[in-house]
C-alpha cells in the first residue's frame, strides 16, 4: 500500500514526515502541501480518505466532502472525526465555561463552521448525502480520555495544542487570560485524572 498525507502547513507535513519516518520507516509516503479543499491529487485514485478532526477547521467543509468523493476509488470510503459537543467532552466544557463566565467569548476566529457541528448525525449525513456517499455511519466513540491533574495543565493543552480553541484563548487580554485562568481553576476543583473527551467518527462510502 502507499499512501499521500496532505496539509496546509509545511510544519505540520515535517513533524509528520519526522514521526512517520521514526516509527514506520518502509512505509511509502508522499507529503503534500496543499488545501483539502482543493486537493492536487487525481480523480478515482485512493482507496480510503481520512481526516483526524480536520473537518472542523476547514472553512469550507462542503468543499473537502466534495473533493474526497473526487479523489476516491468507486467503492471507496471516507473517514472524519469530529469532537462530541459540552458538556460531553469535559475538557471544552470546562475551558470554554471559563472563557464564556470570566473572559471574551467573541474573539475573531479564522472562517469554519460551528466547531461542534459535525458532531450531530443528521448534519453528517445530510452533508455527505449531498456530495454523493452512501451507506453513511455515524459511531460516537466514548472511551476516549484526556488524563489531566490541574487546571493550569489543562489550559496548556487548549493553549498549545489546538487550533480555534488556541485562537480564543491567545485572543483574550492580560486581564481576560488571568481571570480565565482562576475561573478554570475554581470549576477544575480538586479534580483529579481522566476527563471524558468522545468523539464522533463518521464515514460514507462512494458508490461502486
Known sequence: ???????????????????????????PVTFAAANAEAMPLSDAAFDAVTSNFGILHLSDPDAFLAESYRVLKPGGRLAFSAWAPPPATEGFDLILGAVNAAGNPNVPLPAGPPFFQYADPATVRRALAKAGFVDVDVTTVDWMEWHVDSADELYEIFLEGTARTR????????????????????????????????AVVSSGQKPL
Open 167 to 198: 485562537e480564543l484563548l491567545r485572543g483574550q487580554t492580560e486581564t481576560e487570560a488571568e481571570a480565565v485562568r482562576e475561573e478554570l481553576r475554581r470549576r477544575f476543583g480538586e479534580r483529579r485524572g481522566a476527563l471524558r473527551m468522545p
Open 1 to 27: 500500500s502507499t499512501y499521500t498525507a496532505l496539509d496546509f502547513s509545511p510544519n505540520f507535513l515535517r513533524l509528520a514526515r519526522e514521526r512517520l519516518g521514526a516509527k514506520y520507516p518502509n512505509t
